[in-house]
């Protein structure tokens, strides 16, 4: 009994000492661990299956597998126009096997008194996505330059309406914001809300609305099909698709630029180490050929900003959008 009193004394010394770290070593965490990844990555998307933000998750899902040697699940997480999906990734353990495709949605729905989730509650891990408002008019307008429309604005408040996505969405806050950063009223142009830029682009054609400042790879179609012609583009170079198109800044020196965006995003505190690996493997999935031919194909544009670049965008899109926000009475 003494000697079996004594083995198990051993042992239990043992497995406390074991429990313990190392005197002056830190304790590794499992996010930590040399070995991460060491199962699946879930990816959440706050939007549908089937739209755009699903497809560019996809594509990098399905490249990031490649990259980090384990599965990578999207799991689309809908509802409360992007908060439902914005806050499941907000509040996931910061261990690496959380992260999210963010989009324009998170730099606006503080504002609208939605959620009070910011920029803040997030690790900004890669921008990889960008497509800046333009200016689209009918291929029949009487505009031959953005000047003409605009000054037509200025004579005729009231008199033009546009249209491209729901009363206080990213294509309204484009319009509203351009006319603003040129002194001008952003209720001269009246807004009809849609159900996005498809529909709206449609009442352009049919001539209910005057204006869609839609991003151009969203009116590709209709202005490689002569229906459509873009004005300008609020970016601060031109589109490499439709280069001709001049920027907001060339044609008004308006210095304005808005887009929709999209970009990887981990819970706020995620480890340093987690963090650089995802940056190195987001950079590599950015310049391939695979990524490129995938938006590039669907006209969807690309962006790269990593780190504290895509944090100071965030920061920038969060302002500007607040700005706009509260000059045409959406902000709480």
């Not at 004594?6 to 497995?15: E, K, M, N, Q």
């Not at 806050?87 to 996931?92: C, E, L, N, P, S």
């Not at 989009?103 to 959620?115: P, R, Y």
């Not at 060339?250 to 995802?278: F, M």
């Amino acid at each position: 009994m003494v000697l079996r009193r004594t083995v198990l004394g051993l042992l239990s010394a043992a497995a406390c000492l074991a429990a313990l770290p190392l005197a002056g070593i830190p304790a590794a965490s499992p996010a930590r661990a040399a070995g991460w990844p060491e199962r699946p990555i879930t990816l959440l998307v706050p939007w549908a299956a089937g739209g755009g933000t699903d497809a560019t998750a996809r594509i990098i899902g399905s490249l990031l597998e490649k990259e980090l040697g384990q599965p990578v699940n999207v799991v689309n997480r809908v509802g409360g126009s992007g908060v439902v999906g914005h806050t499941a990734i907000a509040k996931a353990a910061p261990d690496g096997y959380t992260l999210g495709l963010a989009t324009v949605e998170i730099a606006m729905l503080h504002w609208q008194g939605l959620t009070p989730l910011t920029y803040k509650d997030y690790t900004p891990i890669a921008l990889m996505n960008l497509d800046p408002a333009g200016v689209q008019v009918r291929q029949d307008a009487p505009y031959a330059t953005l000047k003409d429309l605009v000054a037509d604005i200025k004579s005729n408040p009231g008199k033009h309406k546009a249209s491209g996505t729901g009363q206080g969405g990213i294509w309204h806050l484009a319009i509203a914001g351009m006319l603003d950063s040129l002194g001008m009223d952003p209720a001269s142009v009246p807004w009809v809300p849609s159900n996005g830029a498809a529909p709206g682009l449609q009442d352009l054609v049919a001539g209910g609305v005057t204006v869609v400042p839609c991003s151009i790879p969203e009116a590709r179609s209709l202005i490689e099909a002569g229906r459509v012609k873009s004005l300008a583009i609020m970016d601060d170079a031109p589109n490499p698709i439709f280069p001709k198109v001049p920027t907001l800044k060339a044609e008004t020196g308006s210095p304005w630029t808005i887009g929709a965006w999209r970009g990887i995003v981990g819970p706020k505190g995620l480890p340093d180490d987690i963090t650089r690996r995802l940056t190195a493997a987001l950079q590599k999935i950015y310049d391939s050929k695979d990524y490129k031919d995938f938006m590039g194909g669907r006209g969807f544009g690309i962006r790269y900003a990593a780190g504290p670049d895509f944090q100071a965008f965030w920061e920038k899109s969060d302002a500007d959008l607040g700005a706009v926000m509260k000059k045409v009475g959406l902000a709480k």
